[in-house]
T-cell receptor, first 115, second 114 residues
Framework: DAGVIQSPRHEVTEMGQEVTLRCKPI?????LFWYRQTMMRGLELLIY????????DSGMPEDRFSAKMPNASFSTLKIQPSEPRDSAVYFC?????????????FGSGTRLTVV | AQSVTQLDSQVPVFEEAPVELRCNYS??????LFWYVQYPNQGLQLLLK??????LVKGINGFEAEFNKSQTSFHLRKPSVHISDTAEYFC????????????FGTGTQLKVEL
């Protein structure tokens, strides 16, 4: 298995632009998580899905952030409009099937820089 | 709600010396516990996990951790570290029946020196 695949690896954008981050989970995993990592706040859970349905989005910082999972093999995290304080590394992780607590498999992350 | 405390933000150690990275958790219900490692510019990788059974858990790269319920701790140990162990280490907890949702600690940077 190729693992959790995230794209792009690096993204540099100007303030106000729309940014879309992409994630392909491991086949057969039915849980998908989006995390943000910064020096100041560490790892923050933004949102997670189970069977493509958002379960908890309480970590999404504000309405500028949205996430979708149209099918079991693809998810997006969108920021519109982007701001410099959104600069961070965004990780996608997946696990499953079911509530077995197998531990997460993380992608390599997308390093976002908003200038 | 569960929480995780990693008291040491940085731990310097000489190569071939033993190391212990501390982790304490808080939860009102039974928990599962995990340690992850993050190498520079990479995602997190699962080192080991405690779900049930033996309180001493062995993981990859020679690491092990011991679950201590009375002290609500899950410290990570390695008897002899290598330069390649230099990385950030995260402790994480999830509540049984909690939908696989993990809460991570703030991380401990392990720096192995010659």
């Amino acid at each position: 298995d190729a693992g959790v695949i995230q794209s792009p690896r690096h993204e540099v954008t100007e303030m106000g632009q729309e940014v879309t981050l992409r994630c392909k989970p491991i086949s057969g995993h039915d849980y998908l998580f989006w995390y943000r990592q910064t020096m100041m706040r560490g790892l923050e859970l933004l949102i997670y899905f189970n069977n493509n349905v958002p379960i908890d989005d309480s970590g999404m910082p504000e309405d500028r952030f949205s996430a979708k999972m149209p099918n079991a093999s693809f998810s997006t995290l969108k920021i519109q409009p982007s701001e410099p304080r959104d600069s961070a590394v965004y990780f996608c992780a997946s696990t499953g099937p079911g509530q077995g607590n197998y531990g997460y498999t993380f992608g390599s992350g997308t390093r976002l820089t908003v200038v | 709600a569960q929480s995780v405390t990693q008291l040491d933000s940085q731990v310097p150690v000489f190569e071939e010396a033993p190391v212990e990275l501390r982790c304490n958790y808080s939860s009102s219900v039974s928990v599962y516990l995990f340690w992850y490692v993050q190498y520079p510019n990479q995602g997190l990788q699962l080192l080991l996990k405690y779900l049930s059974g033996s309180t001493l858990v062995k993981g990859i790269n020679g690491f092990e951790a011991e679950f201590n319920k009375s002290q609500t701790s899950f410290h990570l140990r390695k008897p002899s570290v290598h330069i390649s162990d230099t990385a950030e280490y995260f402790c994480a907890v999830s509540e049984t029946g909690g939908g696989n949702k993990l809460t991570f600690g703030t991380g401990t940077q392990l720096k192995v020196e010659l």
